[in-house]
């Protein structure tokens, strides 16, 4: 098992461009995180999936970001109409349905620069 | 969202040294936390956590949970320049809630 990977590492864009994020967890869990992270900040909440379903979503969270899991694997995260403040590297997490459910398993992260 | 909050550091200790790192939090029905490492440009790791009130030791490291006081802490013992990295205290969002949420982290630096 290669752990949480995530693609593409770094992406550059303009401003106003769409960008998606890939996610895939580790092979035997069901649960999948995505957070962001800005310099000397710890991480944000953005979403979360049980299987397929997405469960949890931030209320910071605009209606440009949208995300999915389709059949409970990978996971997708894509943001339209980009700005300058969505700077921040992307972390996806995921971990398994039980009581050690804060034991969340985290990928390097896509670290998207909006120019 | 409940809130957890760290002192943003950087916390600087001799190696050798007990480093102390504390977080508090605003959900008193919150019943579990945990730490984070998380070294400079890596993304974070899971290193402890804690459910009960009291102290949990796991090799060199302790965390300490007081409930009654909204209080959490990890103890570095005989702390080591490898220990040098950013520390984050998490816990969950809200009370039935799965994701977590997460202190701004404090920043160590062991000195050889």
């Known amino acids: 098992d290669t752990g949480v990977s995530q693609d593409p590492r770094h992406k550059i864009t303009k401003r106003g461009q769409n960008v998606t994020f890939r996610c895939d967890p580790i092979s035997e869990h069901n649960r999948l995180y995505w957070y962001r992270q800005t310099l000397g900040q710890g991480p944000e909440f953005l979403t979360y999936f049980q299987n397929e379903a997405q469960l949890e979503k931030s209320r910071l969270l605009s209606d440009r970001f949208s995300a999915e899991r389709p059949k409970g694997s990978f996971s997708t995260l894509e943001i339209q109409r980009t700005e300058q403040g969505d700077s921040a590297m992307y972390l996806c997490a995921s971990s398994l349905a039980g009581p050690t459910t804060g034991e969340l398993f985290f990928g390097e992260g896509s670290r998207l620069t909006v120019l | 969202q409940k809130e957890v909050e760290q002192n943003s550091g950087p916390l600087s200790v001799p190696e050798g040294a007990i480093a102390s790192l504390n977080c508090t939090y605003s959900?008193?029905?919150?019943?579990?936390f945990f730490w984070y490492r998380q070294y400079s440009g890596k993304s974070p790791e899971l290193i402890m956590f804690?459910?009960?009130?009291g102290d949990k030791e796991d090799g060199r490291f302790t965390a300490q949970l007081n409930k009654a006081s909204q209080y959490v802490s990890l103890l570095i013992r005989d702390s080591q320049p490898s220990d040098s990295a950013t520390y984050l205290c998490a816990g969950p969002m809200d009370t039935g809630r799965r994701a977590l949420t997460f202190g701004s982290g404090t920043r160590l630096q062991v000195q050889p």
């Open positions: 959900d008193r029905g919150s019943q579990s």
């Open positions: 804690i459910y009960s009130n």
